[in-house]
């Protein structure tokens, strides 16, 4: 960091060595040192209400845009934003993306996770930060992935699409959020869904919907 990132004026005392898991604990606030059997406490914690998005990064984001990133940060609403870079590439670069439901492997730099917490209270208040954050992600489109503009599943998007919420969902309506996600498994995720779950007992907002055996239909 001190060759390639001199300006930052970082220093060894400013970083904490620690696990995977220890960092689970670190990015929820937990103090430093803490056990990890608060993993094992499943009752939830009072949190403010919040907003998540995400991308994924292919080519490295140019000095212009990422001035323009933080100084978006300096905005009012900008106070609760928290923008995360998480580095893929090493074991992940070597399984093939059809291998598992998880896509997104070979060819990205890092997933960019987005959280805003809404710090006021009120319809109004919340607007104006949801607002905030989409008008990042908005921004953020030149420097990330396209056709399709992906996303990681664990970071619940509902902006990028979702199933009705009555009646059925099509095919082609469950892909527009389905491909972002899954990119070419959300076909055979689909297909399963169709097979263990015909009667979308186990649904919420973007969970995999069954269809018709299209793929019956077409002699496959």
């Given at each position: 960091?001190?060759?390639?990132?001199?300006?930052?004026?970082?220093?060894?005392?400013?970083?904490?060595?620690?696990?995977?898991?220890?960092?689970?604990?670190?990015?929820?606030?937990?103090?430093?040192?803490?056990?990890?059997d608060v993993l094992?406490?499943?009752?939830?914690?009072?949190?403010?209400?919040?907003?998540?998005?995400?991308?994924?990064?292919?080519?490295?984001?140019?000095?212009?845009?990422?001035?323009?990133?933080?100084?978006?940060?300096?905005?009012?609403?900008?106070?609760?934003?928290?923008?995360?870079?998480l580095p893929y590439?090493?074991?992940?670069?070597?399984?093939?993306?059809?291998?598992?439901?998880?896509?997104?492997?070979?060819?990205?730099?890092?997933?960019?996770?987005?959280?805003?917490?809404?710090?006021?209270?009120?319809?109004?208040?919340?607007?104006?930060?949801?607002?905030?954050?989409?008008?990042?992600?908005?921004?953020?489109?030149?420097?990330?992935?396209?056709?399709?503009?992906?996303?990681?599943?664990?970071?619940?998007?509902?902006?990028?699409?979702?199933?009705?919420?009555?009646?059925?969902?099509?095919?082609?309506?469950?892909?527009?959020?389905?491909?972002?996600?899954?990119?070419?498994?959300?076909?055979?995720?689909?297909?399963?869904?169709?097979?263990?779950?015909?009667?979308?007992?186990?649904?919420?907002?973007?969970?995999?919907?069954?269809?018709?055996?299209?793929?019956?239909?077409?002699?496959?």
């Open positions: 960091m001190q060759k390639n990132f001199p300006e930052l004026g970082l220093v060894k005392a400013d970083c904490i060595e620690m696990s995977w898991i220890e960092s689970t604990l670190f990015i929820y606030e937990f103090p430093n040192g803490s056990s990890l094992l406490d499943r009752t939830l914690p009072s949190r403010a209400a919040f907003k998540g998005k995400s991308d994924y990064v292919k080519e490295p984001i140019s000095e212009i845009g990422l001035e323009g990133l933080w100084r978006r940060f300096f905005e009012e609403e900008g106070a609760g934003g928290v923008l995360i870079f590439g090493g074991k992940m670069n070597e399984i093939p993306e059809s291998e598992t439901p998880f896509p997104h492997r070979a060819g990205n730099i890092f997933v960019i996770s987005y959280t805003l917490t809404i710090l006021e209270e009120g319809v109004e208040a919340s607007n104006r930060y949801i607002d905030w954050i989409r008008r990042l992600y908005s921004y953020m489109a030149p420097y990330v992935s396209k056709s399709p503009r992906e996303a990681y599943a664990n970071y619940r998007d509902l902006d990028i699409g979702q199933n009705n919420d009555k009646g059925k969902t099509s095919y082609a309506q469950a892909s527009v959020w389905g491909v972002k996600y899954f990119k070419n498994n959300f076909n055979r995720l689909v297909q399963v869904k169709t097979m263990v779950d015909p009667g979308n007992y186990f649904r919420h907002e973007q969970s995999i919907p069954p269809v018709s055996p299209w793929w019956k239909k077409k002699g496959n």
